[in-house]
């Protein structure tokens, strides 16, 4: 603005007007459409808002389609589609059939905001969303919605929101459970270097606080080796671990990189075990040339069990898909998006008993449930916003043999020290 030159009066009153009119629609469009707030009774007597009418119930896929957790997109969008159909096939949740919205967004945040501004008006839920920093950016949005989420993305920075909804244990507490492993089963020693090769942003961030709590607490240290998700050739961060001399390594990660580093280590003579987050598997390595250096070196910490559990709700679920999806691979993904949307679909119908299908309702009915399990794997705490919903890890195996390539080697537990390490986190 030139000060010494100012515009005509009415060219600024002019101005004025138009950016106060802006300011009022932006400000209607989020509090009245958006923020579920505003309700109306449906010809049922059940409150509405966003989403709902008096047929149907919309909720909202935020996806990962093209980006580095493709293979895991496709299979939780399709687990939740079968969760939809079963559902409408059943009568419906409330009387209402439900939609699924679904949205890719690449694992680009920028992409993911603009597609969580596109649907947010119109879907009451949402039981998908994939990537900590996806979530990270759009946490202030789905608060002021009041958009009860269940991410596909386990940071303890997404605690401590109300519709914010992190399913089972957090980044951290898979690896004290992953240390915890590989010191009970004398793969690790007093003295040792444990390597970890960690993305950046909150997902490495957080596993690393796991770690190297563990590791403290062990009298072990952590060599640390942080990537990008674009970062798929890992010959750099095998070749500092060995330089380091490291005993074992975690990796929370893609699972790209995951491939490259047992791949590489194993080539390069550092047959040391590898530990991975439950997001740095897929079953689909084991097609690949380091197939036989994950079965020799790799375990995976997961708050779910594998596909091939004999659990009774898993056999059910994988049956299901096997016929709705003839020929696709069954792994970690269907899981967690079944059970996210059977989750969705329980908090929906008890908000429906109490008469309102407002988000904030919604919201309520999911926090009012502190022994929730739907037979997919251990129960879970929803009432405590600050707490992971689950404090125990299960301990996997690759396996081409296996469905999902996956089997179990320990049950779900919870490792030594987690209580005192969330004491201490506060």
Same mark, same amino acid.
């Given at each position: 603005? !030139?000060?010494?030159?100012?515009?005509?009066?009415?060219?600024?009153?002019?101005? %004025?007007?138009?950016?106060?009119?802006?300011?009022?629609?932006?400000?209607?469009?989020?509090?009245?459409?958006?923020?579920?707030?505003?309700?109306?009774?449906?010809?049922?007597?059940?409150? +509405?808002?966003?989403?709902?009418?008096?047929?149907?119930?919309?909720?909202?896929?935020?996806?990962?389609?093209?980006?580095?957790?493709?293979?895991?997109?496709?299979?939780?969008?399709?687990?939740?589609?079968?969760?939809?159909?079963?559902? !409408?096939?059943?009568?419906?949740?409330?009387?209402?059939?439900?939609?699924?919205?679904?949205?890719?967004?690449?694992?680009?945040?920028?992409?993911?905001?603009?597609?969580?501004?596109?649907?947010?008006?119109?879907?009451?839920?949402?039981?998908?969303?994939?990537?900590?920093?996806?979530?990270?950016?759009?946490?202030?949005?789905?608060?002021?919605?009041?958009?009860?989420?269940?991410?596909?993305?386990?940071?303890?920075?997404?605690?401590?929101?109300?519709?914010?909804?992190?399913?089972?244990?957090?980044?951290?507490?898979?690896?004290?459970?992953?240390?915890?492993?590989?010191?009970?089963?004398?793969? %690790?020693?007093?003295?040792?270097?444990?390597?970890?090769?960690?993305?950046?942003?909150?997902?490495?961030?957080?596993?690393?606080?796991?770690?190297?709590?563990?590791?403290?607490?062990?009298?072990?240290?952590?060599?640390?080796?942080?990537?990008?998700?674009?970062?798929?050739?890992?010959?750099?961060?095998?070749?500092?671990?060995?330089?380091?001399?490291?005993?074992?390594?975690?990796?929370?990660?893609?699972?790209?990189?995951?491939?490259?580093?047992?791949?590489?280590?194993?080539?390069?003579?550092?047959?040391?075990?590898?530990?991975?987050?439950?997001?740095?598997?897929?079953?689909?390595?084991?097609?690949?040339?380091?197939?036989?250096?994950?079965?020799?070196?790799?375990?995976?910490? +997961?708050?779910?069990?594998?596909?091939?559990?004999?659990?009774?709700?898993?056999?059910?679920?994988?049956?299901?898909?096997?016929?709705?999806?003839?020929?696709?691979?069954?792994? +970690?993904?269907?899981?967690?998006?079944?059970?996210?949307?059977?989750?969705?679909?329980?908090?929906?119908?008890?908000?429906?008993?109490?008469?309102?299908?407002?988000?904030?309702?919604?919201?309520?009915?999911?926090?009012?449930?502190?022994?929730?399990?739907?037979?997919?794997?251990?129960?879970? !705490?929803? +009432?405590?916003?600050?707490?992971?919903?689950?404090?125990?890890?299960?301990?996997?195996?690759?396996?081409?043999?296996?469905?999902?390539?996956?089997?179990?080697?320990?049950?779900?537990?919870?490792?030594?020290?987690?209580?005192?390490?969330?004491?201490?986190?506060?």
């Amino acid at each position: 603005m !030139n000060v010494k030159h100012p515009r005509p009066r009415a060219t600024r009153t002019a101005a %004025l007007a138009a950016a106060l009119a802006a300011v009022l629609l932006a400000g209607t469009a989020c509090s009245s459409k958006a923020d579920g707030g505003s309700t109306d009774d449906a010809a049922d007597g059940v409150k +509405s808002g966003p989403g709902v009418s008096d047929k149907t119930i919309r909720l909202g896929a935020l996806t990962d389609l093209t980006g580095p957790y493709a293979t895991l997109g496709k299979s939780i969008v399709q687990a939740q589609q079968m969760w939809a159909d079963e559902t !409408n096939a059943a009568g419906g949740i409330c009387g209402r059939q439900v939609e699924i919205v679904v949205k890719d967004h690449g694992y680009d945040v920028q992409k993911a905001v603009t597609a969580y501004a596109d649907i947010a008006p119109d879907v009451v839920a949402l039981p998908q969303v994939i990537g900590s920093p996806v979530v990270a950016a759009l946490l202030d949005d789905i608060e002021r919605d009041h958009m009860l989420t269940f991410p596909q993305a386990w940071a303890a920075s997404l605690l401590g929101r109300d519709s914010v909804q992190v399913l089972g244990t957090t980044y951290d507490l898979d690896m004290i459970a992953a240390v915890d492993f590989l010191t009970r089963t004398k793969k %690790l020693a007093k003295g040792d270097t444990i390597g970890h090769v960690y993305f950046e942003g909150d997902y490495g961030a957080n596993a690393l606080e796991g770690s190297e709590w563990a590791a403290e607490q062990a009298g072990m240290k952590v060599a640390g080796q942080k990537i990008k998700a674009t970062d798929t050739d890992l010959t750099a961060q095998v070749s500092a671990l060995s330089k380091a001399g490291v005993k074992a390594i975690l990796i929370s990660a893609g699972p790209a990189q995951t491939a490259s580093l047992a791949g590489l280590a194993a080539a390069r003579g550092l047959t040391v075990p590898i530990v991975s987050s439950a997001p740095g598997y897929a079953p689909q390595l084991l097609k690949t040339p380091a197939a036989a250096a994950l079965e020799a070196m790799v375990h995976v910490v +997961s708050a779910a069990p594998a596909v091939s559990s004999d659990l009774p709700g898993v056999k059910k679920m994988v049956a299901s898909y096997q016929k709705a999806y003839p020929g696709e691979p069954v792994d +970690s993904g269907v899981l967690s998006g079944y059970n996210a949307a059977q989750l969705t679909g329980a908090d929906l119908k008890k908000a429906c008993e109490g008469g309102s299908l407002a988000r904030q309702d919604v919201v309520k009915a999911h926090r009012s449930q502190k022994n929730a399990d739907t037979g997919l794997g251990t129960p879970q !705490n929803f +009432s405590y916003v600050t707490a992971p919903a689950s404090r125990s890890t299960y301990v996997l195996k690759p396996d081409a043999k296996a469905l999902g390539g996956l089997v179990g080697v320990e049950e779900a537990h919870k490792a030594p020290g987690v209580d005192a390490y969330l004491a201490g986190r506060g």
